[in-house]
């Protein structure tokens, strides 16, 4: 007979997680786990209640139902002392994530980067990286920031005007297969797409499918890049990327076959290394829009999923950064869907690691998860409208 530890798992199912290296793989297999057997009791109960009305009632959405478990388990963990079996497993495994998420990142120092020979058309620098300024055009210059404090109020923050970070797009234009045949098309598109991100002040950089990279904005203004928006790193949070991160777009679509060429990636990482090396940017904030994305009408994440999978972090010279937690969900409590889930590829240890941060930051205020999202979605709704307020009096 199957031994059953004290939240209901089969003690089987720990021995089987205890056997997978990877923390947050051994976190999805319990909370894969915890869910079966959950609808398995939940099947149960209404086989034995039916032979009545039938009467239906309203279903959660999957995702609602597993994070909310997994977040209950996790509170009810770090709330009540229990002696042994799958609340000490989820324990353990909360304070092995956690604990290795606080380790200091390792970023090098991004390597000096110089311009090498200027001329009205072109710029040329000392890693290769060539950018065409054939297009470039000016917008509003860009206004000085607030950095928020991450568990602070409003009022606690400094303010900043040189970019610190890069988010990275695509452009969701048409496309052609990338073959030689299709050369008259490939360039014919590419044009324009320069010209409508040129009038409409996408970006600050347009990398073609050829890998030739375009000034758009200049760097010294904003570029209407990143709308509302969220990220954070050491020194706080960033609130609307426009004005203090640097807007660099592939030519390219989400799902395409040809989602982006080998040209486009090594033009990437020579743009990186130069953005990088001119703004002291730190690899944590090179980052992708669907990552820093928010929609405040519903609270949720991913109002924008360009690059919500498969950006080639690796080929562009950074870290996997979907494994940085996400500041919108444990300083905000914005929320994500299961369409969400889907264009990620399920594949972002970020979006892990935020939901246990939210739980242990509520276990330690003592406070239910959903009461302690509202407080800091609260929080949210006041910065953004000291931010709306503060850009009105700018327009004015
Ligand atoms: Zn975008």
Redesign the pocket.
């Given at each position: 007979m199957a031994q059953f530890s004290i939240l209901g798992l089969p003690r089987s199912v720990e021995r089987r997680a205890a056997r997978i290296a990877d923390p947050v793989e051994r976190l999805r297999f319990l909370r894969r786990q915890a869910h079966a057997e959950k609808e398995s009791q939940r099947k149960h109960r209404l086989s034995s209640r039916r032979g009545g009305e039938g009467q239906k009632r309203p279903r959660r959405s999957h995702l609602r139902h597993v994070v909310s478990m997994v977040t209950g388990l996790v509170v009810l963990v770090a709330t009540v002392p229990l002696p042994t079996g799958t609340a000490e497993t989820f324990a353990k495994e909360r304070m092995r994530v956690v604990a290795g998420n606080e380790q200091p990142r390792v970023a090098g120092p991004a390597s000096r980067v110089w311009l090498v020979e200027r001329s009205d058309s072109l710029e040329l620098y000392s890693n290769g990286l060539r950018i065409d300024l054939t297009f470039a055009v000016s917008n509003r210059p860009r206004s000085r920031f607030s950095i928020f404090s991450l568990t602070g109020n409003a009022e606690q923050q400094e303010d900043s005007d040189a970019p610190v970070g890069i988010?990275?797009?695509?452009t969701?234009s048409n496309l052609v297969p990338f073959e030689e045949e299709e050369n008259h098309h490939l360039q014919r598109l590419g044009r324009n797409l320069i010209e409508w991100v040129r009038q409409e002040r996408s970006y600050h950089y347009l990398i073609d499918r050829f890998g030739r990279v375009y000034r758009v904005v200049q760097e010294t203004d904003a570029a209407n890049?990143?709308?509302t928006s969220i990220w954070a790193d050491g020194r706080g949070v960033y609130v609307n990327l426009n004005d203090s991160f640097l807007?660099v777009?592939f030519e390219g679509q989400t799902g395409a076959v040809d989602e982006v060429t080998p040209a486009q990636v090594a033009a990437g990482k020579v743009l990186t290394e130069m953005l990088r090396s001119r703004y002291d940017i730190p690899t944590e904030n090179c980052v992708?829009?669907?990552q820093v994305?928010v929609n405040p009408q519903n609270m949720r994440i991913g109002s924008?999923t360009?690059?919500a999978g498969k950006f080639p972090f690796a080929g562009v010279g950074l870290p996997d950064n979907y494994s940085i937690p996400l500041a919108s969900l444990y300083v905000f409590g914005f929320e994500y869907d299961s369409v969400f889930l889907r264009v990620t590829g399920m594949r972002w240890r970020g979006l892990d690691l935020a939901e246990l941060r939210v739980a242990r930051q509520a276990a330690a205020e003592g406070l239910e998860t959903t009461r302690y999202r509202a407080i800091l979605q609260h929080r949210y709704k006041e910065i953004a409208s000291a931010l709306k307020e503060k850009s009105q009096e700018v327009v004015q």
């Open positions: 988010v990275y797009h695509t969701e890049h990143a709308g807007g777009s992708t829009h669907a994305s924008h360009d690059w």
